[in-house]
């Protein structure tokens, strides 16, 4: 298949090495100007890089693609822009996925025709994308149902782990769960409770351990021993009602000493053997849970 990487930034480029990794012919698309020596950079096999080509001119990539995975900035604005050039420009069959973290499909294909609207999607990963299995297929009030089937069945031969949601819903399923999290978290070092180490010593040997190999509700099903989720909440509920959760104020001046207390503990940028472990961690974990090809 041909794949239009559209947008080479983060998530872009880690897209890229996925796609090439699953034998698909890449055009990659981004005004960068280092955009040529950025991709020859790329860790790729002699094999892999003879079927990625870099096409600077969006109208050519969209032109040629059977499938586009768009990775450009985060402006509603900016991806209504594309998806109107991809209604000019792009195949009548083609699909448009989505990496966007939070806009909605319908927000982005109002000004586009049914039959465009009909094609696209959110396909929203987690960094990065080449080893984390997960991507959220969201669907817009337009969407055809084909599209879901097929963005599932194309992301499943990437090796990935779609999760379709039945409707959009802003920040999706993975960003809402990570922001109900942030809120806590981060509160919970403003306010003095625990220091960013020890948020995280508990984060990894706890929370993360556990639902790296479980999910929440199953997680919950087990605790809870004979009488499954609702055992586990006649346990909690009378403790869990005395929690209350922060309300956290998201300016930069109110989350400045975060940012100081976490540049302290990681480095600003983050010492790059951190994201090397992260990913010798990652990819551990996952030849474990049989995840890696
Ligand atoms: N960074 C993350 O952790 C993450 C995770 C999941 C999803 N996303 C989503 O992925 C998308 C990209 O995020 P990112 O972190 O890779 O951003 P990024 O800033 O690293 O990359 C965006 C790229 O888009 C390019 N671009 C700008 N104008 C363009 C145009 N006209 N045509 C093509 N490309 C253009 C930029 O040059 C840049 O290389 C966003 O929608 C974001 O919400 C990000």
């Not at 990963?125 to 984390?132: E, G, I, K, S, T």
């Amino acid at each position: 298949m041909n794949i239009c990487v559209l947008g080479a930034g983060t998530i872009g480029l880690s897209w890229l090495r996925r796609f090439v990794a699953h034998g698909h012919q890449v055009l990659v698309c981004d005004p960068r100007p280092d955009l040529t020596d950025i991709v020859a950079g790329l860790p790729l096999t002699e094999d892999e890089r003879a079927r990625v080509r870099v096409v600077p001119d969006r109208e050519a990539a969209l032109a040629e693609a059977d499938l586009i995975q768009e990775s450009g900035p985060e402006h509603l604005a900016f991806k209504r822009e594309l998806i109107a050039d991809f209604a000019r420009h792009g195949k009548a069959d083609a699909w448009w996925f989505s990496s966007s973290s939070a806009l909605l499909p319908s927000d982005m294909t109002a000004e586009a025709s049914d039959d465009v609207a009909a094609r696209v999607a959110i396909g929203h990963p987690f960094n990065p994308p080449h080893l984390m299995p997960l991507v959220e297929v969201v669907p817009g009030q337009r969407t055809a149902a084909a599209t879901l089937d097929s963005a599932r069945a194309f992301y499943t031969s990437l090796g990935m782990e779609p999760a379709v949601l039945h409707r959009e819903v802003p920040g999706f399923v993975g960003n809402r769960l990570q922001k109900a999290l942030w809120a806590e978290a981060f509160g919970l070092v403003l306010d003095g409770v625990v220091s960013v180490e020890d948020l995280d010593t508990v984060m990894k040997n706890s929370l993360g351990l556990r639902f790296a190999c479980v999910g929440i509700v199953e997680a919950a099903a087990m605790g809870g021993g004979a009488a499954g989720v609702q055992g586990l909440m006649d346990l909690l509920r009378e403790s869990f009602a005395k929690i209350e959760l922060n309300d956290l104020d998201w300016s930069n001046e109110a989350l400045a000493p975060l940012y100081e207390a976490a540049a302290a503990a990681y480095g600003a940028p983050v010492d790059p053997a951190r994201i090397t472990r992260r990913d010798e961690l990652l990819t551990g974990m996952l030849r474990v849970r049989g995840q890696l090809d």
